[in-house]
């Protein structure tokens, strides 16, 4: 087992979990106008829904792993250009972070889970982004690539959980240092561009 490989996937994964995307903003609103309970059980629901995402990547893709070397290379090369165009398409972006600044009525906990975990599962961004992320740190040898797959998706999972639960409990602090602060999504919006970047050079030179 390689842990330098699993550190690694740690830190990416943490790193992208910090940055301002839909996720973390819909957390972040949640609990700036309904409370920090509400902004967790929507970090529940989010967490949960990536499950169904490393489900359908472990018995999918290890078949493919299994059979063809030439095509698992393949996958490689089409996360790294998936993970190119990522950075692109934040390079076009606007730099500013928009936070909804209205209250928004207060809505039932068990609809808050089921919203966040519906937003993660129908969106099939996060199916390919887990195709391009995750086959190039696969860190065994010896395990079963399923298993792999899975203590991979178990490690985003937690790390996700953690990071979107510290941005629901900071909520309040966090919105009025980025409404102070507007430089703060242009440093964001580029250290997310080298992120990107970085990993997908990072799975252009990695081996099976």
């Known amino acids: ?25 819909f957390v972040l609103t949640q609990s700036m106008t309904n409370g920090v309970k509400a902004g967790l059980i929507t970090v529940a629901g989010l967490v949960s829904g990536c499950l169904v995402h490393t489900t359908l ?8 792993i299994k059979r063809s070397d030439t095509i698992f290379f393949g996958i490689k090369l089409f996360g790294a250009a998936y993970l190119l165009y990522l950075a692109f398409m934040v390079y076009k972006s606007e730099a500013s972070i928009q936070l909804d600044k209205g209250k928004s009525p207060k809505k039932v906990s068990s609809k808050l889970f089921w919203k966040g975990f519906l ?32 203590i991979l998706g178990l490690l985003f999972m937690l790390t996700a959980l953690i990071i979107f639960g510290l941005i629901a409990i900071l909520a309040g602090a966090i919105s009025n240092f980025l409404r102070k602060n507007p430089r703060t999504g242009v440093y964001l919006k580029w250290l997310q561009i080298f992120v990107f970047l970085g990993i997908a050079l990072y799975l252009l030179l990695s081996d099976k």
């Open 57 to 64: 990547l472990a018995f999918g893709v290890s078949e493919v």
């Open 119 to 150: 937003m993660n599962v129908l969106n099939p961004k996060v199916t390919i982004f887990f195709l391009a992320f995750f086959p190039g740190f696969l860190f065994s040898d010896e395990m079963n690539i399923v298993s792999q797959f899975y």
């Open 1 to 25: 087992m390689n842990y330098e490989i699993l550190t690694a996937f740690i830190l990416g994964s943490s790193v992208l979990a910090i940055f301002p995307g839909p996720d973390n903003i």
